[in-house]
């Protein structure tokens, strides 16, 4: 098969050997990319509402149409969507629809369900827990207000408001309190910005037990973003940065279910469909009917997909963390991050089936967020190296591999995406 080209790349760590990456995309034809947005496609930024995409990346991901999905936390629709974005850089909806430029894939960590022409579908949700989420960003809005009232009664207010504005993301599937702005503005006071992330902690639990109040216990969890990995009772750590970083920014409520790692078995669910017409786990399965485990999920895949069917997948993210501490005298390696479960997925299902799955990382530093341990490069005899990656040095024994990554972020990514279509019959 085509992927033989450069057989070895799935084997390597920390690989900065993009041509042989291009070739693989190019030339393989049972192939399927399962990418993640911000900061692999577009710049982190402060502001959800400032993000831009590139046209010409757009239009390459349609070279790749029927091999191509994005996997986001994010969602497509909304003022804050990737849709609003796409459709402002080609000056309308109309343009949009009719070329097929939105990005086909799931948002909401796999709930929401979109076509390269546009159409939206929740699979596996109910009408009462939208109406519940529909709620939520004002509820945000105000306990921010309430905050702030409190711990900043000296604050220019019309400058507060508009950083509220900003910071509550009215998604429609998984409504968001996205901390950058807030960051940027107390940076300088640490405990104030650490008391902020503590009361958008006690709103998240608040919201879970309204929702059991209201019959819909267990239809909700909260996903910190980036976190440290998830404790004894399988909740997410909330990562308290510390100098400059910001730590966790993002807490998402969000359907239970809708973790990324169960939507790589969604999508291969529809990529099977597209080819053989038959659903290996049955054409209404959605993210909320999959187990939660790295080991269920995994004997899922081996229960029911045909081995001699199974695409060489690429994983694409950004978001990877590993923190170690000292507990109980000895050193515990704390992992997190969005990313880290679908890619660690797509490793896993890549070592059972040998297809050659590649996971793949940009370096998303770079950006206005101050949450990202940048990739650290050195020149040996004229080559250049990565001496570490984004992980903590000292967690020797991580199970997740980088095979290839991009340090230049974004840009470069896209640059080498864009090779890699150009390429492609």
Same mark, same amino acid.
């Given at each position: 098969?085509?992927?033989?080209?450069?057989?070895?790349?799935?084997?390597?760590?920390?690989?900065?050997?993009?041509?042989?990456?291009?070739?693989?995309?190019?030339?393989?034809?049972?192939? +399927?990319?399962?990418?993640?947005? @911000? &900061?692999?496609?577009?710049? =982190?930024?402060?502001?959800?509402? %400032?993000? !831009?995409? /590139?046209?010409?990346?757009?239009?390459?991901?349609?070279?790749?149409d029927?091999?191509?999905?994005?996997?986001?936390?994010?969602?497509?629709?909304?003022?804050?969507?990737?849709?609003?974005?796409?459709?402002r850089?080609?000056?309308?909806?109309?343009?949009?629809?009719?070329?097929?430029?939105?990005?086909?894939?799931?948002?909401?960590?796999?709930?929401?369900w979109?076509?390269?022409?546009?159409?939206?579908?929740?699979?596996?949700v109910?009408?009462?827990?939208?109406?519940?989420?529909?709620?939520?960003?004002?509820?945000?809005?105000?306990?921010?207000?309430?905050? +702030?009232?409190?711990?900043?009664? @000296? &604050?220019?207010?019309?400058e =507060?408001?508009?950083?509220?504005? %900003?910071? !509550?993301? /009215?998604?429609?599937?998984?409504?968001?309190?996205?901390?950058n702005?807030?960051?940027?503005?107390?940076?300088?006071?640490?405990?104030?910005?650490?008391?902020?992330?503590?009361?958008?902690?006690t709103?998240?639990?608040d919201?879970?037990?309204d929702?059991?109040?209201?019959?819909?216990?267990?239809?909700?969890?909260?996903?910190?973003?980036?976190?440290?990995?998830?404790?004894?009772?399988?909740k997410?750590?909330l990562?308290?940065?510390?100098?400059?970083?910001?730590?966790?920014?993002?807490?998402?409520?969000?359907?239970?279910?809708?973790?990324?790692?169960?939507?790589?078995?969604?999508?291969?669910?529809?990529?099977?469909?597209?080819?053989?017409?038959?659903?290996?786990?049955?054409?209404?399965?959605?993210?909320?009917?999959?187990?939660?485990?790295?080991?269920?999920?995994?004997?899922?895949?081996?229960?029911?997909?045909?081995?001699?069917?199974?695409?060489?997948?690429?994983?694409?993210?950004?978001?990877v963390?590993?923190?170690?501490?000292?507990?109980?005298?000895?050193?515990?390696?704390?992992?997190?991050?969005?990313?880290?479960?679908?890619?660690?997925?797509?490793?896993?299902?890549?070592?059972?089936?040998d297809?050659?799955?590649?996971?793949?990382?940009?370096?998303?530093?770079?950006g206005e967020?101050?949450?990202?341990?940048?990739?650290?490069?050195?020149?040996?005899?004229?080559?250049?190296?990565?001496?570490?990656?984004?992980?903590?040095?000292?967690?020797?024994?991580?199970?997740?591999?980088?095979?290839?990554?991009?340090?230049?972020?974004?840009?470069?990514?896209?640059?080498?995406?864009?090779?890699?279509?150009?390429r492609?019959?």
């Amino acid at each position: 098969m085509s992927y033989l080209t450069s057989p070895s790349l799935h084997q390597q760590v920390f690989s900065l050997d993009h041509g042989a990456w291009i070739e693989r995309l190019a030339t393989t034809d049972n192939l +399927l990319i399962i990418q993640d947005l @911000d &900061g692999v496609c577009m710049g =982190l930024v402060k502001d959800p509402l %400032a993000r !831009v995409i /590139d046209l010409d990346y757009v239009e390459a991901t349609q070279r790749f149409d029927g091999h191509f999905y994005v996997l986001t936390n994010g969602e497509h629709t909304g003022k804050r969507g990737v849709n609003g974005i796409i459709e402002r850089a080609l000056g309308g909806e109309q343009q949009a629809q009719s070329g097929g430029y939105y990005l086909p894939g799931l948002a909401a960590g796999g709930v929401q369900w979109q076509t390269r022409d546009g159409q939206i579908f929740h699979p596996g949700v109910s009408e009462a827990e939208l109406a519940f989420l529909a709620a939520v960003p004002q509820k945000m809005g105000e306990h921010l207000r309430q905050f +702030l009232r409190r711990r900043l009664r @000296d &604050g220019d207010e019309s400058e =507060l408001e508009q950083a509220i504005q %900003a910071t !509550v993301l /009215d998604n429609i599937a998984s409504p968001t309190a996205n901390l950058n702005t807030f960051h940027n503005l107390l940076g300088h006071q640490r405990e104030v910005y650490a008391d902020l992330q503590y009361a958008m902690q006690t709103l998240m639990e608040d919201l879970l037990r309204d929702a059991a109040h209201q019959g819909l216990k267990g239809s909700f969890f909260v996903h910190y973003a980036p976190n440290h990995g998830r404790g004894p009772d399988g909740k997410e750590i909330l990562w308290f940065g510390e100098g400059d970083e910001s730590g966790t920014t993002d807490f998402q409520f969000m359907l239970r279910g809708a973790i990324k790692e169960a939507g790589v078995l969604a999508l291969l669910n529809r990529y099977y469909a597209d080819r053989t017409g038959d659903y290996p786990l049955g054409s209404d399965f959605s993210v909320r009917q999959a187990p939660h485990s790295h080991g269920e999920l995994l004997e899922l895949v081996i229960q029911n997909f045909d081995p001699a069917l199974m695409p060489t997948l690429v994983g694409v993210g950004d978001t990877v963390t590993s923190v170690v501490l000292m507990e109980d005298g000895q050193p515990v390696a704390k992992r997190g991050g969005s990313d880290r479960n679908f890619l660690h997925l797509i490793q896993a299902i890549g070592q059972q089936f040998d297809t050659g799955n590649l996971v793949t990382y940009v370096d998303s530093s770079g950006g206005e967020l101050k949450n990202r341990r940048a990739i650290k490069l050195e020149d040996r005899d004229g080559t250049t190296v990565v001496t570490a990656g984004p992980g903590d040095p000292r967690d020797g024994d991580d199970p997740l591999v980088l095979n290839v990554v991009f340090p230049g972020g974004y840009q470069q990514y896209c640059q080498a995406f864009q090779a890699a279509a150009a390429r492609r019959n």
